[in-house]
């Protein structure tokens, strides 16, 4: 057998690679060395007895790799594409062909000879097909038993969906995943003319390895705008260097998914020459540790697609990219993903479980902070997710808060948010990352930011007694933009100077009932004097013991005139909203800065 190492094959139920061929130490005959899909299959890496005999890919585990007979039985190298397309498509689950194949695609001898190796020359095919439609049974919309089980199946409704699926030139999805589909030969290259209705294609799980096999099948689906290839490995992801051969480009594809896949990136580049308005791409679990190459995109001799690997060649390969998942890759550098800034329409950046330890916002040519306005990294980024890496310092975070159109971010597991609780971890990015809607899956309103952010620039105040504008700011860079919505915090030095200022002043507030905090008018007011450092918990209590409530009840602040509240504080800047919700119980009043004659409106919830 020619060409067998790198090619895949099935043993016992297992799926792995072909790394060596040839005699190991003194046992008799020839073995294959097999690097397993599941790392845990196998025994060793490539080494027995002090002899390295074949290096695996994944070099995250040490029992990837063992050794099997050339001769032993059950290994199986897969069936052709047409092969796995007739028994999935044209054969019903009882191994007769289906009542509603069209009679004409006997006519290919090709597609004639894989229904025959499926179901067998009792019969010819053509009184197959004419006993079949003739037995009322064989529209299978009766009972039958499942697998080796007494569980009997009603399919009901499968003569209309056997109908639609064997009708190969309409099907717009070719669902061919999981099949042992290994190769892709000229006959089933005629055939695959004949599928062009089809729209997305998934070869996942199959024993493929060259790339050039999907290659001339998918330049064959006109219509082919989604292909997936998870959990294929490819010795080859460049086309041969054949001058004579056409490489028409992928114009309409715009979705492919190679996880699992052990691409790296020059691999990616080198798939993506034949590729143009890709839309979203997944390169997830491929253990990817850099964006960036010295080597050429492509090996193929050709002129065209012998392009160097320059940001500018990446960003006109990647153009349309609007979403990438690079999930569950050794990622550990900020400026391995430098190349990914200059695409124009990047909108989703999925960098889930991988090892980050920094975050810089860099310009495509390696400058920290922003670049000028025509050079703008990242212009469209809206969604990062940054789940499970190495993330240990809060500079990283505030970094973040640089990239113009950020508005959603994940941020769980990384070991800066060890020891706080999910509440304090949230008040601490919505404080460092100013234009995020959304956080960790969640929506973050204006109200709650607004909240937040207040309570972030009290935390600052009690760390800066101070308020040294220049200490703060090295570790809180957004410190000015909030002095400007919010004005300044109450410095702490000014809390603990005179207690009959701050902590024991004492100020006259209005509390009464209300049926929506909207309600202008109070029910059963009561005036009382009210420590202004007394904690929003303490005063919900209060107001429980004095109109005889339950927990739970919402507490509006609302002022005694907003619109001179308004005027009085125009010349020191903005100021917060002077009808404000109570709903931080770690809070004091004195945060949400009342004054006398201010009315505390309490909404039963119970």
């Known amino acids: 057998m020619t060409n067998t190492v790198g090619r895949r094959l099935e043993y016992k139920g297992a799926i792995g690679t072909v790394r060596y061929l040839g005699k190991v130490g003194t046992a008799p005959g020839e073995w294959y060395g097999i690097e397993w899909d599941d790392p845990d299959r196998g025994k060793h890496n490539g080494s027995k007895d002090g002899t390295v005999y074949f290096t695996c890919q994944a070099p995250t585990t040490a029992t990837a790799g063992s050794f099997v007979k050339t001769t032993a039985a059950g290994i199986q190298w897969g069936v052709a594409f047409t092969d796995a397309l007739v028994k999935r498509y044209l054969v019903t689950p009882q191994g007769e062909l289906s009542p509603f194949m069209s009679p004409e695609l006997l006519d290919r001898p090709h597609l004639r000879a894989a229904l025959e190796r499926c179901i067998g020359t009792a019969l010819p095919l053509e009184q197959r097909i004419i006993n079949d439609s003739k037995d009322p049974a064989s529209g299978l ?33 070719l669902g061919l995943a999981k099949q042992n589909i290994s190769i892709v030969d000229p006959n089933d290259l005629d055939l695959a003319t004949k599928l062009d209705s089809v729209e997305a294609l998934d070869l996942s799980s199959n024993l493929l390895c060259d790339w050039v096999d999907v290659y001339l099948l998918a330049i064959r689906l006109p219509c082919l705008q989604l292909l997936r290839l998870n959990h294929n490995r490819f010795r080859a992801w460049e086309l041969p260097s054949d001058p004579l051969m056409d490489r028409p480009t992928l114009l309409h594809l715009h979705t492919l998914s190679l996880n699992h896949t052990l691409a790296k ?80 329409n990047l909108e989703t950046l999925d960098l889930r479980n991988n090892q980050l330890v920094d975050i810089e916002y860099t310009s495509h040519l390696g ?25 240990t310092t809060w500079t990283a975070v505030d970094q973040l808060n640089q990239f113009p159109q950020l508005r959603n971010l994940r941020f769980k597991g990384n070991p800066i948010s060890q020891g706080l609780t999910p509440d304090r971890v949230r008040l601490l990015l919505v404080g460092r990352v100013g234009g995020i809607t959304g956080l960790n899956g969640s929506e973050l309103g204006p109200r709650e930011r607004k909240d937040l952010e207040l309570y972030y620039l009290k935390l600052i105040a009690n760390d800066f007694p101070t308020l040294d504008k220049a200490s703060i700011i090295q570790v809180h860079p957004r410190y000015p933009a909030l002095v400007q919505l919010y004005g300044a915090p109450i410095p702490a030095t000014l809390r603990g100077e005179d207690q009959r200022t701050i902590h024991h002043r004492l100020i006259q507030l209005t509390i009464g009932l ?43 602040y609302r002022s005694a005139n907003d619109v001179e509240v308004a005027k009085e504080n125009h010349d020191e800047g903005p100021t917060p909203s002077y009808i404000q919700s109570l709903d931080d119980d770690f809070a004091t009043l004195q945060d949400y800065r009342p004054i006398d004659g201010g009315q505390i409106l309490v909404t039963p919830t119970a």
């Not at 990136?265 to 080198?270: H, R, S």
């Open 141 to 173: 919309d009766s009972e039958f038993y499942l697998g080796d089980t007494s569980v009997k199946v009603q399919t009901v409704g499968w003569d209309e969906s056997q109908s639609r699926l064997s009708q190969l030139d309409k099907l717009a999805t």
């Open 265 to 344: 990136w020059p691999d990616v580049l080198k798939v993506l020459t034949h590729i143009r308005g890709l839309k979203h791409l997944a390169l997830g679990f491929n253990q990817i540790q850099t964006l960036t190459t010295t080597t050429n995109i492509t090996s193929d001799s050709t002129e065209d697609d012998n392009h160097a690997t320059s940001d500018e060649s990446v960003t006109e390969m990647l153009a349309n990219l609007q979403f990438l998942s690079l999930e569950g890759n050794a990622l550990s550098r900020w400026q391995d993903l430098t190349v990914l800034a200059r695409l124009p």
């Open 367 to 391: 400058r920290v902070t922003a670049p000028p306005a025509t050079e703008i990294a990242f212009p469209r980024l809206h969604t990062l997710w940054l789940d499970d890496n190495s993330l």
């Open 514 to 556: 209300t049926t929506t905090p909207q309600d202008a008018t109070l029910a059963r007011p009561i005036t009382k004097n009210i420590l202004v450092n007394t904690s929003i918990r303490a005063l919900r209590l209060v107001c429980c013991r004095l109109f005889h409530l339950r927990l739970p009840v919402q507490l509006v």
